[in-house]
C-alpha cells in the first residue's frame, strides 16, 4: 500500500510545495462542484446526478499523473478527474441537463463518460492498442469502481491489454459499495489489485484518500503502460453519499463499516491538514480556494443555463443526411405538439 499522507513529510517525496497545493486548491474546487450539482438537482435544475464525495482525493491525484496527450476514459463519477484535467464545469452540468460533453469544444483528449457498467473498460484496451499500433507515445487512463470488476468488460479489457501489451491503466476506485453491494459481498479476492495476475499484468494498491500517494502511483503506472506494461491500479477510498440521486443509502448502510479510520475520513480534512503541518498552506488557504471554486461554479451555471434548449425535432438532426418522409412527418407532428401545448413543453424540459 502507498501512502505518503501521515507517513512521510514533503521533503521526502518526489513533489514540491506547488504540487500539494494544486492538489488541495483541487479537492476544494471539486467538492464544491459536488455540493453545487447536488442541490441543483434536488431543485430539478438537472435530471439524476452520481456524487463523488469522498473520492476527490484519488481522481484529483489520478488527473494531475496524465501527461497532456493521455487519454482519459472516464466513468460518470469521473467528475473531479475530468474537471482537475481541464474539463469546463459548465460541460459536465449541460450533460447532466441532456446535451452533448463537449459544449466547449476543448481539445482535452477524454471520451464521453460511460454509464453502463464497464463498457469503457474494452474501449481504453482499444485505444491503448491503436495508440501501439500507430506508434504514438500515449497511454489510456480508464475510471471504474470496484463493482464493475464484476463485469465481464473488466476482464476482456485487462485480457486483451496484457495479451497485446496496450499500453493502458486500469483506475479503479474501490469506494467499498457497489450501489447497495459492500465490498466482501462483491469479490472473495485479497484485493481488487491481485486480479492482475491473471491477466500477466501488474496490480498495485493505493491510498486513494491521499492525493499526492495516488499522484505518484499513477503516474508510475502511466510510464510503464507507456513502455508496453499495462497496469491496474487499486485506489482504497470511500463512497461518503448515496450512489446516486435516486439512491438511499440507509436502507443498507447502517453506521460506519469496519474499515480503517484512513479510508473512513474525509479527503479535503485529511489532506489540508496535512499540507497546514507542513508549512504548505496557512489557515486561510481552503476557504479562498473555496471562494475561487464558488466564483467559477456560478460562471458555470450562468453559462450552461444560457444554452438554448434544443427544439424536439432536433433529436433527428444526426441521424440522416436527408431525411426520409416518415421521418420528417415525425418531426412536423412534434412541432405542432409542442405548438400546441408550450406550457407542457416547457414544464417537461
Request: proline content about 6%; charged content about 30%; hydrophobic content about 40%.
Given at each position: 500500500?502507498?501512502?505518503?499522507?501521515?507517513?512521510?513529510?514533503?521533503?521526502d517525496?518526489?513533489f514540491?510545495?506547488?504540487d500539494?497545493?494544486?492538489?488541495?486548491?483541487d479537492?476544494?474546487?471539486?467538492?464544491?462542484?459536488?455540493?453545487?450539482?447536488l442541490?441543483?438537482?434536488?431543485?430539478?435544475?438537472?435530471?439524476g446526478?452520481p456524487?463523488?464525495?469522498?473520492q476527490?482525493?484519488?481522481?484529483?491525484?489520478?488527473?494531475?499523473a496524465?501527461a497532456?496527450?493521455?487519454h482519459?476514459?472516464?466513468?460518470?463519477?469521473s467528475?473531479?478527474?475530468?474537471?482537475?484535467?481541464?474539463?469546463?464545469?459548465?460541460?459536465?452540468?449541460?450533460?447532466?441537463?441532456?446535451?452533448?460533453?463537449?459544449?466547449?469544444?476543448?481539445e482535452?483528449?477524454?471520451?464521453?463518460?460511460?454509464?453502463?457498467?464497464?463498457?469503457?473498460?474494452?474501449h481504453?484496451?482499444?485505444?491503448?492498442?491503436a495508440?501501439s499500433?500507430?506508434?504514438?507515445?500515449?497511454?489510456?487512463?480508464?475510471?471504474?469502481?470496484?463493482?464493475?470488476?464484476?463485469?465481464?468488460?473488466?476482464?476482456?479489457?485487462?485480457?486483451?491489454?496484457?495479451?497485446?501489451d496496450?499500453?493502458?491503466?486500469?483506475?479503479?476506485?474501490?469506494?467499498?459499495?457497489?450501489?447497495?453491494?459492500?465490498?466482501?459481498r462483491?469479490?472473495?479476492?485479497?484485493?481488487?489489485?491481485?486480479?492482475?495476475?491473471?491477466?500477466?499484468?501488474?496490480?498495485?494498491?493505493?491510498?486513494?484518500?491521499d492525493?499526492?500517494?495516488?499522484?505518484a502511483?499513477?503516474?508510475?503506472?502511466?510510464?510503464?503502460?507507456?513502455?508496453?506494461?499495462?497496469?491496474?491500479?487499486?485506489?482504497?477510498?470511500?463512497r461518503?453519499g448515496?450512489?446516486?440521486?435516486?439512491?438511499?443509502?440507509?436502507?443498507?448502510?447502517?453506521g460506519?463499516?469496519?474499515?480503517?479510520?484512513?479510508?473512513l475520513?474525509?479527503?479535503?480534512?485529511r489532506?489540508a491538514?496535512?499540507?497546514?503541518?507542513?508549512?504548505?498552506?496557512?489557515?486561510?488557504?481552503?476557504?479562498?480556494?473555496t471562494?475561487?471554486?464558488?466564483?467559477?461554479?456560478?460562471?458555470?451555471?450562468?453559462?450552461?443555463e444560457?444554452?438554448?434548449?434544443?427544439?424536439p425535432?432536433?433529436?433527428?438532426?444526426?441521424?440522416?443526411?436527408?431525411?426520409?418522409?416518415d421521418?420528417?412527418?415525425?418531426?412536423?407532428?412534434?412541432?405542432?405538439?409542442?405548438?400546441e401545448?408550450?406550457?407542457?413543453?416547457?414544464?417537461?424540459?
Open positions: 500500500m502507498t501512502r505518503i499522507v501521515g507517513e512521510r513529510d514533503l521533503d517525496t518526489r514540491d510545495a506547488e500539494a497545493r494544486a492538489a488541495l486548491r479537492i476544494v474546487r471539486t467538492r464544491r462542484f459536488d455540493e453545487r450539482a442541490a441543483l438537482q434536488r431543485r430539478g435544475w438537472m435530471s446526478y456524487p463523488f464525495e469522498g476527490e482525493a484519488a481522481q484529483v491525484g489520478a488527473a494531475h496524465m497532456a496527450e493521455d482519459l476514459f472516464p466513468t460518470y463519477r467528475n473531479a478527474l475530468q474537471i482537475a484535467r481541464g474539463v469546463p464545469m459548465s460541460d459536465i452540468l449541460l450533460f447532466r441537463r441532456g446535451f452533448p460533453e463537449y459544449h466547449s469544444d476543448h482535452i483528449p477524454v471520451f464521453p463518460q460511460a454509464v453502463p457498467i464497464a463498457s469503457q473498460i474494452p481504453a484496451a482499444g485505444a491503448g492498442m495508440a499500433y500507430a506508434d504514438e507515445d500515449w497511454a489510456a487512463l480508464v475510471c471504474f469502481g470496484d463493482g464493475a470488476t464484476s463485469e465481464g468488460d473488466f476482464h476482456e479489457g485487462l485480457n486483451f491489454a496484457g495479451v497485446f496496450a499500453p493502458t491503466v486500469f483506475f479503479c476506485e474501490n469506494n467499498g459499495w457497489a450501489i447497495s453491494l459492500p465490498e466482501a462483491q469479490t472473495a479476492s485479497e484485493s481488487i489489485a491481485i486480479k492482475a495476475d491473471a491477466y500477466g499484468i501488474e496490480g498495485v494498491r493505493v491510498d486513494g484518500n492525493p499526492l500517494a495516488t499522484r502511483v499513477v503516474e508510475d503506472a502511466l510510464a510503464s503502460a507507456r513502455d508496453g506494461d499495462p497496469v491496474l491500479v487499486e485506489a482504497l477510498t470511500y461518503r448515496a450512489h446516486t440521486t435516486a439512491d438511499d443509502p440507509s436502507q443498507y448502510r447502517d460506519d463499516p469496519d474499515l480503517p479510520a484512513w479510508r475520513r474525509d479527503p479535503l480534512d489532506f491538514e496535512w499540507c497546514r503541518e507542513q508549512g504548505i498552506v496557512d489557515d486561510g488557504f481552503v476557504d479562498e480556494a471562494e475561487e471554486a464558488n466564483e467559477e461554479l456560478a460562471e458555470a451555471v450562468e453559462t450552461a444560457s444554452v438554448p434548449r434544443p427544439e425535432e432536433e433529436l433527428f438532426d444526426s441521424l440522416y443526411e436527408e431525411l426520409p418522409a421521418v420528417r412527418r415525425q418531426r412536423e407532428a412534434a412541432r405542432a405538439v409542442a405548438d401545448h408550450p406550457e407542457t413543453y416547457e414544464l417537461d424540459r
